[in-house]
């Protein structure tokens, strides 16, 4: 078993006594040419409702299969993701998209925002999809909360990087999920803007209470973390708590 | 750089892209296999009519007019003595069955009567059953006739069939003739009497109007050159030879390739069309094409390559695809091509029809290659200023063109369009109209297209469904490539619209009920002392209005002292002046013009001291003919000298009896002459007039305007068909292009997909969204289509055909919805492979 963790169990759980996201003997295979990669070796992980929780390691090493899985974006070869407690694994795509609808939202290092939308509609979208029921006043309010709220009628390629990476903050708060996956979300920025970024991410995080799994190489982006996954080679090769930083005060 | 080292960098950099390319070949394939299938079937056609040319004149060379030619003509001192001679009469008239045993006229047919002598036809075979000779069926007491008019008259072979109200035995059935082209209108089915007999009818001596063709066979083995010379010679010097016709076999038909040619400039336009539109597709893959292509440019130009040996590169690609694209276009036509004749086999004799025709293969090589490289030329002169420095800096955009560059690039197609419309059209004013009306038109769909766009941006997109936003959303922000899929779809939209809205404006014009009061029949070749009688058999019949009025054939002799002959010569070139020169004249003679005359110019009948003509304005314009201009007319053998003292107009659209020359009466009073009719009869009382006057007065004809309308309306359908059919293709190449556009941009969409599905978009979600925005495309092309054509149908109908403008509205809406439908589908299969795109690619392919 990993060491004992700063906050607790490495078997989180919640209030309710159940881990938020539960990831059991995960693994996934990929055939490449002759040969058979294993992306993930059976990892176990446990995350708690309302924790956050940065994955680590070096390129090649599984992070963002981990999360892809963790989503019902992707399939494992073997192994099972719960989600509140429901297994995943075995749902339709449609089931697994009405699954990420309603509790999961994104941020992606390249922001992946529809280009013919504009910043509003684009934050608009998943408020409608997850049938809120005034989807244009959340989408305003995430405007502001990000700071954009004179920019809604913009469309991304009238936006900086920065402003597109607030845009998706914004769109992945819409629907208030209870999960928050993201993709190395400070990858595509500068240093101070990723820095801006990031204190955004965990300041609405805090607000909302949103689980959060980040998936990065930069350690001082992990520092905000509860919670430290190192990846190598698909596996967990250990967990920490990170080392004590004064919040706010990122390198 | 060297030829091989050129042809192997070629063909590798041509090789991951052949997916997305296959829509380059797609456009162009689909242009070029509706040129060739025009050019094929038409070259096919003009083939047979040369290879057949003496059966379809049955002759070596033929005289045709409306007089016997060459009577008393010394043959032997023309140094024609060796060469056999046979005249061919025909006229239109009407015949019947015998009356039934109580007396009641039998039922009547107006038909197409045909004199010919044992020796008839010199070329060709005249398919007859009985299987024997014309020769021994035909008697001074039988006839042959067509089996569908034994059918309509309830009439075997053996029974008696009154012409000219004598009565024939029919002898055999004739089946097929070979002077005979059914591409042209019909009055009746075929009638073949005798000389003898048809001399034994009143027909001749009464004054039918008859045409006479003299057909003339030379020794066998005499040349082509001496046929070609003898005609010469005979249009020099025969008497009145500017009222005849020759032709010999060598000119084979010149009247009706003529025909069959303006029918192909037109058709091969509109096919032409199809292939330019394809162009536009062309233009739009090369450039998404050359998008993904940049950074190996780049590399390429940093590997030392010359931007000019960069250029010739993909032009050289460009090319191959061209010609990949050009044949599999002309496989394609080639087959269409084949299949078209059995479409058309009651209008194209089987034996007339010569599929292989290499001409119309290189033709469509040619178009196609051309359009190929013209219209990717603007595209591709953009790899001229990639900058090396893109292989460091990936977001090193292509640097744009000078201003002239472009200019010149646009200018060049222009000129590459001009040059093949001209080749296309062998005409350079046509070409050069079609070219700037495409240019015009396209234009005025591509501002259109802008102008939706701009207004959907304006248009609050808060009051729709997500996956309607998306959709307005697309179309606010439309790419390059998709406004030219929109202009292509709309384009083949309005071609295909316009044609059929104009087809069916003409088509209810023709079926539609003749206006009350107007005429319903015309009855010609009425002598005078008949008039009387055939009045009661109108009155019996119960007609409700009869004009009549009557007619002197003359022929015009001479203007203001110059001979017909002289002004008929000069006017070779001119078809319409010639025609109106040598025609046979119809006078008339009245006191009162008809209401629907006006006189523009001059007084009637101002002038009691002269004899006046009053003549019809467009008449005058072909002669040349004013106020005070002294015509002298021929009238069975006497001289007639008239002035014109007025020009005047005439609607001839109320059917009403008119004439282009009427006399001042008292002039033209006791000349041979014949009454013309124009009567209103109730419906379904004419064939039984007809029958009354087939028993009682054989001479008259009975001509029911309802049945030439018909025939008119059967030949403008058969046309109308072509073009739609030529116009789908337009419409083809749109889709083919929207496909091409969509697939172009797979990657952008695969990305879509795989982030919608992510944000929680359920597959059938994400299909709706794209099937709206589909639709939203298809519903702008078809409406901006649409609307052009009727607008330009509305032109055509009104200007053109001086109609009242109606558009129906049913034709629009159904091209609404299938220009929707049909880019829904063409949308929803370019992007299938994007719809299966699974949502774990948003955290894999960055961008």
Known sequence: MAPPSRIGTIRASGPSGMPRIEIIGLTRRLPSGERVLTILDNVDLAIAPGEFVAVLGPSGSGKSTLLALMAGLDRPTSGEVLIDGQPITALSEDRLALLRRHKIGFVFQSFQLLGNLTARENVLLPAELAGLADPFARADELLAAVGLEDRGHHYPSQLSGGEQQRVALARAFATRPPILLADEPTGNLDGATGRKILELLAEMRRAEGTTLVLVTHDPSVAALADRLVHLRDGRVERQEAPLAAPAGALP | ?847
């Open chain 2, 1 to 847: 750089m060297r030829g091989p080292v050129f042809i192997s960098t070629l063909l590798r950099e041509s090789r991951g892209a052949r997916g997305r390319l296959g829509f380059f070949i797609a456009c162009l394939a689909v242009g070029v296999s509706a040129v060739v299938a025009v050019a094929g079937v038409s070259s096919s056609l003009d083939e047979g009519i040369r290879l057949e040319a003496r059966q379809l004149l049955g002759a070596d060379l033929a005289i045709a007019g409306h007089r016997p030619p060459l009577a008393g003509y010394d043959f032997a001192a023309a140094g024609l003595g060796g060469v056999r001679r046979s005249l061919v009469k025909e006229t239109v008239t009407v015949v019947a069955a015998p009356p039934d045993a109580a007396g009641r006229p039998g039922p009547s047919q107006v038909v197409e009567l045909k004199a010919v002598g044992s020796d008839y036809p010199f070329y060709g075979k005249l398919t007859l059953h009985p299987a024997r000779p014309l020769g021994e069926l035909l008697d001074e007491g039988t006839t042959v006739v067509a089996s569908e008019l034994l059918a309509r008259l309830h009439l075997r072979i053996g029974d008696v069939l009154r012409i000219g109200g004598l009565g024939f035995r029919i002898s055999g059935v004739v089946l097929s003739e070979p002077d005979r082209i059914s591409i042209s209108m019909t009055m009746g089915p075929r009638v073949f009497v005798s000389p003898a007999g048809l001399a034994r009818t009143p027909l001749e001596a009464r004054g039918s109007r008859f045409n006479y063709r003299l057909l003339l066979k030379f020794p066998s083995g005499t040349a082509g050159a001496a046929i070609q010379a003898a005609a010469e010679r005979l249009k020099n010097e025969m008497p009145d030879a500017a009222f005849y016709r020759i032709e010999t076999y060598r000119d084979a038909q010149p009247a009706l390739r003529e025909n069959l040619a303006r029918v192909e400039r037109f058709l091969g336009l509109v096919a032409l069309l199809s292939l330019f539109v394809g162009g536009i597709g062309v233009a739009e893959t090369v450039r998404a094409w050359l998008a993904g292509k940049l950074d190996a440019i780049a590399m390429l130009k940093c590997l030392g390559m010359r931007p000019r040996e960069v250029f010739f590169l993909f032009l050289g690609q460009t090319a191959l695809l061209g010609l990949a694209g050009s044949l599999a276009g002309i496989a394609v036509g080639g087959g269409v091509q084949a299949l078209l004749p059995s479409l058309f086999s009651d209008l194209i004799p089987a034996g007339l029809s010569h599929p292989w025709q290499p001409g119309a293969l290189l033709r469509g090589l040619g178009l196609g290659l051309g359009v190929a490289l013209l219209f990717s030329l603007p595209p591709l002169a953009t790899v001229l200023r990639v900058p090396p420095a893109r292989v460091l800096r990936h977001d090193a955009e292509p640097l744009s063109l000078h201003r002239w560059a472009s200019a010149a690039a646009v200018a060049a197609l222009a000129a590459g369009v001009l040059l093949l419309a001209a080749a296309q059209s062998r005409s350079w004013l046509l070409g050069g109209r079609f070219t700037g009306g495409v240019a015009v038109v396209t234009a005025a769909l591509a501002l259109a297209a802008l102008l939706v766009s701009r207004a959907v941006r304006r248009v609050p997109r808060d009051f729709a469904r997500p996956w309607l936003r998306h959709g307005l959303a697309a179309l606010a922000r439309p790419g390059a490539v998709t406004l030219g899929a929109i202009v292509a779809l709309g384009l083949g939209v309005l071609v295909v619209l316009a044609m059929s809205l104009v087809e069916r404006r003409l088509a209810r014009e023709l079926t539609r009920e003749l206006p009350t009061g107007a005429p319903t029949s015309f009855l010609v070749d009425i002598q005078p002392d008949q008039w009387p009688g055939v009045r009661e058999l109108l009155g019996k019949a119960g007609a409700s209005r009869i004009d009549s009025a009557p007619v002197v054939i003359a022929r015009l002799q001479a203007i203001d002292g110059a001979s017909v002959e002289d002004l008929a010569g000069r006017a070779r070139q001119d078809g319409g002046r010639r025609w109106a020169l040598t025609r046979e004249q119809r006078l008339t003679y009245m006191r009162d013009l008809p209401a629907d005359n006006k006189v523009i110019a001059g007084t009637l009948w101002g002038e009691p001291r002269q004899a006046e003509v009053s003549v019809e304005q467009g008449f005058a314009e072909d002669l040349g003919l004013h106020l005070g201009s002294r015509l002298r007319f021929d009238v069975e053998g006497v001289p007639v000298e008239l002035t014109v003292t007025s020009i005047r107009t005439v609607n001839w659209h109320t059917f009403g009896i008119n004439f282009f020359l009427v006399v001042k009466p008292g002039v033209l009073d006791q000349a041979p002459q014949q009454r013309l009719a124009a009567v209103r009869l109730p419906r379904g009382a004419d064939q039984q007039l007809q029958d009354g006057l087939a028993a009682r007065y054989p001479n008259v004809t009975v001509l029911r305007i309802r049945e030439i309308l018909d025939k008119i309306l059967a030949v403008l359908n058969r046309i109308a068909l072509g073009v739609r059919f030529l116009g789908v293709f337009t419409v083809l190449a749109g889709i083919a292009i929207l496909a091409g556009a969509l697939s172009a941009g797979a990657a952008r969409r695969g990305r879509e997909v795989a982030l919608l599905k992510t944000l929680g978009m359920t597959r059938g979600g994400v299909a709706l969204t794209f099937a709206v925005e589909y639709a939203l495309i298809g519903l702008v092309a078809g409406a901006i289509g649409a609307c052009g054509a009727a607008v330009l149908a509305w032109e055509v109908v009104t200007r053109g055909f001086e109609l009242a403008g109606e558009i129906e509205l049913l034709p629009l809406v159904l091209a609404l919805l299938l220009s929707t439908l049909l880019t829904i589908f063409a949308g929803l299969a370019a992007s299938s492979n994007a719809l299966r795109r699974r949502p774990v690619e948003v955290l894999r392919g960055e961008g």
